[in-house]
């Protein structure tokens, strides 16, 4: 019997193992998909801006801001999802729990900085419209 439950714990220790490298893989590789579309947002809206510039200066500028805060939010979503995944599943030590609570809160603030730059309000307030920012000026409106 000891070589059994011996083997047992020996084969529980292997598999815990191997599933903790296969989320911190599935961590990095979600890491990698929020850098990505960081980069493919930046030279998306920077294309948007080239081709746009000419049409209304100023409004192909405040465009440029917004595409480019969009694809950052998306982006910081993702990274704070493959941080959860690693610390959480991967290594959970207390240590590691509270610097994962440390990074979410500045990319919370972050995010909701971003947002407010984006949109021009805050994530908990409804809009009265489907995008306050890019229909006009605010400043020029009734």
């Keep these: 019997m000891g070589i059994q439950s011996g083997s047992s714990s020996e084969y529980h ?7 903790r490298e296969v989320m ?14 960081i980069v493919a947002g930046a030279i998306l809206a920077t294309w948007h801006f080239i081709v746009k510039r000419h049409d209304e200066p100023g409004k192909a500028y ?10 950052i939010l998306l982006g910081l979503e993702f990274l704070i999802a493959g941080d959860i995944i690693r610390t ?14 440390l990074i979410v809160v ?7 900085a971003l947002q407010l ?3 021009g309000r ?21």
């Design 24 to 37: 911190d893989g599935v961590g990095k590789a979600v890491d990698a998909v929020g850098v990505l579309v």
């Design 13 to 19: 220790r292997c598999v815990m193992e191997y599933y």
């Design 122 to 142: 805050w994530p908990w307030q409804r809009s009265e419209e489907p995008f306050p920012l890019t229909t006009g000026n605010r400043k020029n409106e009734g």
């Design 117 to 119: 730059e984006v949109e």
């Design 106 to 112: 500045i990319r919370t603030f972050l995010s909701m």
């Design 88 to 101: 959480v599943v991967v290594a959970p030590t207390l240590e590691n729990v509270l610097i994962l609570g």
């Design 62 to 71: 405040r465009l440029y801001r917004q595409d480019l805060g969009r694809a």
